[in-house]
């Protein structure tokens, strides 16, 4: 078994323990070393897609205990694929606050960087449901220390609300997890698949409560309405970074959706036939609604990013509630595009805010900002990217989605809602561009000359534009690794193999 497939949990966890035991009081180093240790998981990331592009299933037994009776690693395609997307963006965020300073305006940003990167490394790696909960665990504690980075009232505020809430979806965990343990007798995810097809459906009452329990945890974490209260307020005042990084946060809960619903609960299992992908469509086309209506009300940039990325869950998990290897394909590709743009649209607002001084992200006209051509055609792009326009990535992956549902009962409500609703996104967003942008204030002659804005935050926000624009251009190529990792995905026999045969 190749011991690369640890590297990106135990580098982040190792790196955080030094950075705060060694260098708590030296910020340039821990600026140094946090860097390039994401950048080192990036070429790891990069290796390990090459390895998993070949369709073979990795396993790695920590202990070298085997599955079921220990915990494993699993590569695939698809593990692959959230890894590489979680290290990029993690690495174009970090050199965004350093490049701002956010990371200096408050204690230990590397140390809980590290393990919040740790923990999401680790719930796309893990094959075991009970250490799915753990890693969720650890980027959540992670992320609590984040959100109120910097402090401030109203930050402290939306910290409460986001603990709270996923305190509740963590305990609903423990008792999705108790729950399919008393059935099954394992939590390992290939065994799990095994043992669950083994029970009579008429006996199957006790597996359909820990499979719906289990898609009310993950909908938490995927913002599904109605359990998304918690992520307008807590994206909309999260330290710009970190709501940046965030944008993979709710791809976790869409990850496991995708992972336990196509291994273990999948559509021939007949305890749980017909159940999930109809509680899923319905609910995902409500978020898409609420979203994209979101992005039209919202006052405040802030809110507009956050009611943005809800509106893009509900996007890609209408495409995921199909189940079907076409559905997945184009919800994954969709998944890389709205982890980028909104990324991309929390590191532009905070630009808009930090430049706008107490006007902030009000949407409102002000007077001209330092930069303020570039930032306009950042968030240009965002813009059209994140509403579903031509020519970037957003149109493309809606087009994708719009030809996988075409097989689905739900067709014609599902193209009305994506195409309603995107007319509705390029208004918000080019009522709120409008005001900030082109209705500019006329100056008084009082207004001090602008400050010298140092340059990594642009270039950092240019290199996710750049990835926008690569995802539209290599579209072709992109869609040929998804399409393969939708078929393993389909195929869970070659996954249960691997992992109950050592790989």
């Known amino acids: ?53 070949s369709g073979a299933i990795e396993v790695y037994e920590l202990g070298n205990w085997p599955a079921p009776f220990g915990i494993v690693l699993v590569l695939d395609r698809l593990s692959a694929l959230m ?196 509680l899923l469509i319905y609910a995902a086309l409500i978020t898409l609604v609420v979203g994209m209506v979101g992005i039209l009300g919202a006052k405040r940039l802030g809110r507009l990013a956050a009611f ?49 001084g107490p006007m902030g992200g009000a949407m409102q006209p002000g007077p001209r900002m330092a930069q303020h051509g570039m930032i306009a055609a950042l968030f240009f792009g965002a813009a059209i990217a994140m509403a579903g326009m031509p020519p970037l990535s957003g149109f493309v992956g809606k087009l994708l989605i719009l030809d996988a549902v075409r097989g689905m009962d739900e067709v014609w409500l599902i193209w009305a809602v994506i195409l309603g609703t995107s007319l509705v996104a390029i208004v918000g967003f080019g009522q709120a561009g409008s005001a900030i942008f082109w209705k500019v204030a006329p100056e008084t002659g009082e207004e001090p000359a602008p400050a010298p804005q140092p340059a990594l935050p642009l270039v950092a926000c240019f290199v996710m534009l750049g990835g926008i624009v690569a995802l539209s251009v290599l579209a072709g190529p992109v869609m040929g690794y998804i399409e393969a990792t939708a078929v393993q995905l389909h195929t869970p026999e070659g996954y249960i193999a691997a992992v109950l045969n050592g790989g």
């Open 308 to 356: 943005a990325a809800i509106g893009s869950m509900g996007t890609m998990l209408i495409a995921l509630s199909g189940f079907r290897p076409e559905t997945t394909a184009a919800a994954l590709y969709y998944m890389i595009h709205s982890t980028l743009t909104g990324a991309l649209l929390f590191l532009v607002v905070d630009l808009v805010r930090e430049r706008r």
């Open 83 to 278: 890894v590489l997307v979680t290290a990029v963006l993690a690495l174009v965020v970090l050199l965004y606050a350093v490049g701002t300073g956010w990371d200096q305006r408050g204690n230990n940003f590397h140390a809980l960087y590290q393990f919040q990167l740790m923990g999401i490394f680790g719930a796309f790696l893990t094959g075991d449901a009970f250490n799915l909960f753990v890693f969720f665990e650890v980027l959540l504690i992670a992320s609590y220390g984040l959100m109120i980075h910097g402090g401030g009232r109203r930050r402290l505020k939306a910290g409460v609300q986001y603990v709270i809430y996923n305190l509740l979806g963590s305990t609903l965990f423990l008792f999705a997890l108790g729950t399919l343990y008393a059935v099954t007798g394992t939590l390992n995810m290939a065994d799990l698949a095994v043992r669950a097809a083994e029970i009579p459906v008429e006996d199957g009452a006790l597996l359909r409560v820990g499979a719906v329990l289990l898609l009310l945890v993950f909908a938490i974490k995927a913002a599904l309405l109605p359990l998304h209260f918690w992520l307008p307020e807590t994206y909309a005042e999260a330290p710009a970074p970190v709501a940046a990084l965030f944008a993979i946060m709710t791809k976790v809960g869409a990850y496991s959706i995708l992972r336990m619903y196509t291994l273990v609960f999948g559509p021939d299992l007949g305890a749980t036939a017909d159940l999930i992908d109809q």
């Open 1 to 53: 078994m190749s011991h690369w497939i640890i590297a990106p949990v135990v580098l982040p966890a190792v790196l955080a323990a030094i950075l705060t035991l060694a260098m708590r009081h030296h910020p340039p180093l821990q600026r140094v070393f946090s860097i390039a240790g994401v950048a080192t998981v990036l070429v790891v990331a990069i290796g390990l897609t090459m390895q998993a592009s």
